[in-house]
């Protein structure tokens, strides 16, 4: 069925289908901009993504951030307690000039999703991306009672004013700090990671978060008032020249969580608990938590069989229990034995060519392998990862790194086999020739050998430039 039709709400569409994962693995719409590029004015590539990868390892990369986040702010007088009652986050330290990655979860300790919080102040915060959450936080501001106002700044693709509120850029890569500070024109600030200063370029007040996407150097979030988005940016490109700045497109964008470790966009665990009924009932059918798509090898009769905890994303040091908040107590009991942990897979090298190969052989080949983004799930791409025929876990986002040079995919291991060195099987492809998905080709499922390693890999004895250490 599609969701094209009647159906008002979220609890609607669930209450409509007899299989929920039949639908999210076979025929939602999956409208994520990773794969449609024609939704935001950013190409998938400015020069290659071979190259643009390389900058941020090499020399610098600028992202263009602007178009595909979401944005949420919010202020009044209960804004902070309110998003401490939903964050799994400590707010002990929270100030002006600090900010967090804003984790929060179902009562049963299940993501709903993850956000970057800026604290402009003790009754004003800005939230950037993860639209689940972002729904949850307005949910909450609307039912609970709480003295807050919300403004909400959707993502270009379903922003109805045809514009943003704000821009945003990433700075990114060895060179960064030299050309920013050349547009400056002073010596730049160093708070530390998660912190922020404000700054001019070209005259233009811009505020800056110290925060990378490719986990290795320092990288600067800029952002400013819309209207000054040109301004700022044929500024870093001009400052930029002579230390090899590149544009970065979608492809290379989307492609840095294979070298920085993060899961993104996980399946918020909302879809059946009783008492997230009106909150279902709160979301629209045709929202992001009604189009998700699921791919992968992995294919449960389950939809909580997807649902994940921040442990299993790696989040472990981000959960504080000084504070009460939505699903402290199952969290507290995950604590205390975490089933799994975040790795990095490194595919084996003759096994993903044996895939390529079947490409080029009589017969139905292999599922294909895209470069540089080969996970084919919108956003939620899971693939059974085996030890002697038994599962032990699960592999996510995968694709190409030409820095490493390597296929890389981060993955949610059994603890007693999440140690690096650990070989690993990657059942790669979808059961009976593949889903109904569009994306999806007939094909063969094929296993693919893989060693465990750390995430984030940028960093890891295993990546070919371990040997500079990371700076933030």
């Not at 007040?205 to 000054?228: C, P, T």
């Not at 699903?327 to 975490?338: C, T, V």
């Not at 790669?428 to 995430?455: F, I, L, N, Y």
Request: glycine share 10%; hydrophobic share 35%; proline share 6%.
């Amino acid at each position: 069925m599609s969701v094209e039709s009647p159906l008002r709400s979220l609890q609607d569409l669930v209450d409509s289908l007899p299989d929920l994962v039949d639908y999210f693995y076979n025929d939602s719409p999956g409208l994520n901009i990773r794969t449609r590029t024609d939704r935001i004015p950013i190409p998938a590539e400015f020069s290659n993504w071979r190259e643009e990868q390389r900058a941020w390892r090499e020399t610098a990369v600028l992202f263009d951030q602007t178009h595909h986040m979401p944005e949420l702010f919010v202020t009044g007088p209960d804004a902070r307690a309110m998003l401490n009652w939903i964050g799994v986050n400590s707010f002990a330290n929270l100030q002006p000039g600090l900010a967090k990655q804003l984790v929060g979860c179902t009562p049963q300790g299940h993501i709903i999703g993850e956000s970057i919080l800026y604290a402009h102040g003790d009754d004003s915060y800005e939230l950037v991306s993860g639209m689940p959450l972002l729904n949850w936080i307005e949910f909450q501001a609307s039912t609970g009672g709480w003295d807050v106002s919300i403004q909400r700044d959707n993502n270009t693709s379903e922003n109805t004013t045809g514009r943003r509120v704000r821009f945003r850029y990433q700075l990114d890569g060895p060179l960064a700090a030299s050309i920013f500070e050349k547009v400056v024109g002073e010596p730049l600030p160093d708070p530390g990671a998660f912190r922020t200063f404000t700054t001019k370029v070209a005259g233009v007040d811009v505020l800056v978060l110290r925060h990378g996407m490719a986990g290795r150097h320092k990288a600067y979030e800029i952002s400013g008032a819309y209207d000054d988005e040109a301004t700022v940016r044929d500024a870093l490109l001009r400052a930029g020249e002579e230390f090899g700045l590149r544009r970065g497109g979608t492809k290379a964008y989307f492609s840095t969580n294979y070298e920085s470790g993060w899961i993104a966009g996980p399946l918020p665990g909302i879809y059946t608990a009783e008492d997230l009924r009106a909150f279902r009932h709160w979301l629209p059918a045709d929202g992001w938590e009604g189009t998700w798509q699921i791919a992968g090898s992995f294919r449960p009769s389950r939809i909580e069989d997807f649902y994940t905890t921040p442990y299993d994303l790696g989040y472990d040091k981000i959960v504080k229990f000084d504070h009460d908040f939505i699903g402290q107590g199952a969290l507290a009991e995950i604590a205390q034995n975490p089933p799994r942990r975040r790795v990095t897979l490194m595919w084996n090298k003759d096994d993903v060519l044996s895939v390529i190969g079947s490409l080029l052989e009589q017969g139905t080949p292999g599922k294909f392998i895209d470069f540089p983004m080969a996970d084919y799930g919108l956003l939620v791409q899971r693939d059974t990862v085996f030890i002697d025929a038994r599962p032990v876990g699960l592999s996510t986002f995968c694709g190409y790194s030409a820095n490493e040079r390597r296929i890389l995919s981060i993955a949610m291991l059994d603890a007693a086999h999440a140690e690096p060195g650990t070989e690993v099987t990657v059942l790669w492809g979808e059961p009976d020739g593949g889903s109904r998905k569009s994306r999806v080709e007939r094909h063969r499922q094929m296993e693919v050998r893989a060693t465990v390693a750390p995430a984030p890999f940028a960093c890891s004895p295993q990546s070919t430039g371990h040997s500079e250490a990371p700076r933030g």
